[in-house]
């Protein structure tokens, strides 16, 4: 495991958890608007190697905070493509903590398999574009039909879940969320995420908007015809 830092108290990232935060560093994608790129590019992955730390160092932390922490979110980068995952997920139940996992959605064979051992408590997945754009603005890396398999994986209910969606009025037109909206229908969950253009990836994003709170209701709007619970959630 790459673990690039450690989030101790959080109260809103796992629904009805008192958590913590692990980061793992690096991704399989390159999305321009992403606010921590700092755990995705492999440049700034090497200047932080000196930080990074221990799996013994991170579960002698949760160890400690048995009976203060209800869960652990595992979060990135990308977890999904931390070849020990399985294994450090294990370590981190028998201490006796929830597991929600943070994913893009690119690997569903990591997310059927956890879910299948019972290994995860909540999973969240991103929702970034429609599924023919999703090269465009994340990268080659991006795989339509594994995407649309980790959708469906989730929406079997197996395991609680959300869908998750930053929103940026230069790539989120009509025809993109109308097909989103198609995407994630029937889904329980859908958080909408108001794009922050302080820190970006890509320098380019710097420039784009975010919609107005009006406009992020009216969307939610559009969503809820389609989507059980449909929420708006600040960056």
């Known amino acids: 495991m790459i673990i690039s830092g450690i989030q101790k108290f959080t109260l809103i990232d796992f629904p009805g958890k008192i958590s913590c935060i692990i980061f793992t560093g690096g991704c399989n994608y390159r999305c321009g608007f992403c606010h921590n790129p700092e755990f ?3 440049e700034e992955l090497a200047r932080l190697s000196k930080s990074f730390i221990p799996k013994e160092a991170a ?3 949760l160890q400690k905070r048995k009976g203060l922490l209800d869960g652990v979110v595992i979060t990135g980068g990308e977890p999904t ?3 020990d995952l ?3 997920i294990m370590d981190v ?3 006796g903590f929830a597991v929600k996992l943070d994913s893009n959605g690119n690997k569903p064979e990591v997310l059927r398999a956890l879910i299948d051992k019972g290994l995860v408590d909540y999973i969240a997945m991103d929702v970034k574009t429609s599924l023919p754009a999703y090269q465009a603005l994340v990268g080659k890396w991006a795989d339509e039909m594994k995407l649309r398999e980790s959708i469906d994986i989730l ?3 197996r395991v609680d879940y959300e869908f998750r969606s930053t929103l940026i009025r230069e790539v989120h037109t009509p025809e993109i969320l109308d097909a989103m909206r198609e995407m994630t229908q029937g889904a329980k969950r859908l958080y909408l995420q108001t794009f ?3 820190v970006t990836l890509h320098p380019s994003f710097k420039d784009y908007h975010a919609f107005s709170p009006e406009e992020m209701r009216d969307i939610a709007t559009l969503f809820s015809d389609s989507v059980d619970e449909v929420n708006i959630r600040e960056e």
């Open 81 to 83: 493509i931390m070849p």
């Open 86 to 88: 399985e294994s450090f």
């Open 155 to 157: 929406k079997e209910g």
């Open 59 to 61: 579960l002698h932390f």
């Open 93 to 95: 139940r028998h201490l």
């Open 40 to 42: 995705v590019l492999p």
């Open 196 to 198: 922050r253009n302080g």
